[in-house]
């Protein structure tokens, strides 16, 4: 099929979709959806309707920089406190849901990704959903020697093998989707992931192999973000090879709040710690980076439009307080030719935040 015709078919249907991938998503919960009061005991459950579990596209869920140690003070049993801790609360948030995937976006076991942790506490809250999960690591993974504790923790479904010799990177299918797990850790100053390095060979020759595809790619380190870590220039090439690639969404963690950007276009490193302002460009031009770091661990800032002008008009959502912290979930509906996406907050929730919308494929 020609390229563009392929890719202006799947706008075609990426509109039907995404009005259709809008009433797909998580709802608030059961009394609002029976009428009835909610007398189940168990986790709390974010209830989705049947007729939406059933209708076409696969639900997906994804979020980073979850469980602390039980050496930190407020970890309280995963209950935590309203700053953080409150993995308990975020795993809440997937018990009953007809998930395709589960999506770790790395630092899930704080503070150094030791075998023991993940056994005793990740394990505890997330374990249930370990045969679904498709993780990536992140940098406190590798604070234990070759994250030796996330690997031996996740088994294959972390280290799924690829002939060029890229550890921690993989890709699969979901629905109508391509699915491109990258291990970001690999991508630094020291290391990097420029032409003819392993991750880029691997990359480059993984979407030539499925063209034509609505694809999401996932890692740990945003390449742009207005929170405490900032931006991290040497994820470059792999935006600029995604881009290319006709990519669609990307989903990172790291900096510990919510951000939704616009569609952006190709990416400018000034330096090996600098971005230059990213390129505002139509959807199916561009990607839409998330970053989903509320995973229970606690909050970071987010600097406002005057702290980061070279931001301005490119985040279209962000929430993050320190001391009144945000924790949840984003979940994804993946359609033929679309998706929609809802964060939904663990509860109780101090303050409410609401993020939802749909989006078209190139």
Known sequence: MDVELGRRRRRLTGLIAGLLAAVLL?????????????TRTGPTRTAVPQAAADADGELIAAVGDIACAPTNLVYRGGEGSPAGC???????????QRLAAFLPLGDLQYEKGRA???????????GPYKAISRPVPGNHEYQTSEAAGYYGYFGKSAEQENTYGVPGAYSYEIGSWHMIA???????????????????????????AHPNRCTLAYWHHPLWSAGHHGDYAPMTPVWNALLDGGVDVVLVSHDHNYQRFVPLGRATANSVSAMA?????????GIRQFIVGTGGANNYDVADETERPDLAGR???????????????????????????EFVQAQPAPVAFHDAGTGTCH
């Open 277 to 285: 302002p990213p390129v505002i460009v139509p959807e199916d031009k």
């Open 182 to 208: 990258i291990n970001s850790n690999l991508c630094s100053p020291q290391s990097r992931c420029d032409k003819g390095s392993k991750m880029m060979t691997w990359l480059t020759a993984d979407m030539a």
């Open 26 to 38: 998580p709802t608030a919960g059961y009394a609002a959806l029976t009428g009835e009061p909610d």
């Open 86 to 96: 409150r993995e308990r609360k975020v795993a809440d948030l997937l018990a009953g």
């Open 116 to 126: 023991e942790e993940f056994a005793n506490v990740y394990d505890q809250f997330f």
């Open 315 to 341: 985040i279209a959502a962000r929430y993050a307080d320190t001391t009144v912290a945000l924790f949840g979930m984003l979940f994804v509906r993946l359609a033929e030719g679309g998706y929609s996406w």
